[in-house]
């Protein structure tokens, strides 16, 4: 009962804590305007180049853009914590650290959930896209799945917030991988090949490949190995996170290093 109090209770007050005191001047254009804003910016690209169709651009870009919530705001949940010099207080305590750490991702994930829905449905109204009515399903879900995956890959950026004193950069660093690496604006095949290969590593790749080919029509048991590897990806890079941060923990006891970055 203590360990789903802290998965529910804890996740929710670190949330409320995380966006507490962010002016919505601030939180308002980063997850409803910025995202419409790269769409609209890659589809007249590749309008003007002639490469890819319009719905490839808003689907990679809308999938995309929830890397701004799973990245940044995963990150925070333990930088914050250390800027205000309660982290170890946090680690101090003896609940368990799955629930404790997990329970702060539900929201990152719900959020990033919400956000790439709002970049997909709207940027695809600007720009005048269509997709069949039997494949939003299968897209709703393709679009969870990657923000579960790249919020994973954020609990690894977060363990970084352990050592390094200015993780924003860090996060930006982390989105503009993945805005290059993962399709979202240049086809797999026309990347180099060592690109393509640390692509399929990645959170958002398959989930964007999948969200496409549903788009296009195909059926779910089509991409359903894709959303499973998507699924996959999110998992390990949610262990290495984890790990990470359990060994940053045990070693900061030791050097007591916990608050010195």
Known sequence: MSSLRIFFVGGLLSFRALFGWLSPWILIPTYVIAPIFQILLFVYIGRASQTQ???FYVIGNALQYAAIPCIFAMTNTIAGERSQNTLGAVLATPAK????FLGRSMPV????FFVACFALVVGGLIVGISVPGRSVPGITLAILVAAFACTGLGLTTAAVGLLARDTATLSNIVFGILLIF????????????WMSTIAQGLP???GIEAARKLADGWSFS????LLAAEALIGVVWGVIGYTTIRGL??????????ERA
């Open 97 to 100: 650290r799955i629930p404790l």
């Open 182 to 193: 993962t399709g979202a604006n240049v086809a797999l095949s026309d990347l180099p090949g």
């Open 249 to 258: 923990e045990w070693l900061s006891r030791i050097h007591a290093t916990l």
């Open 109 to 112: 994930i719900v959020n990033g």
């Open 204 to 206: 958002l790749t398959h």
């Open 53 to 55: 169709s319009d719905e």
């Open 222 to 225: 089509n991409v359903a190995g």
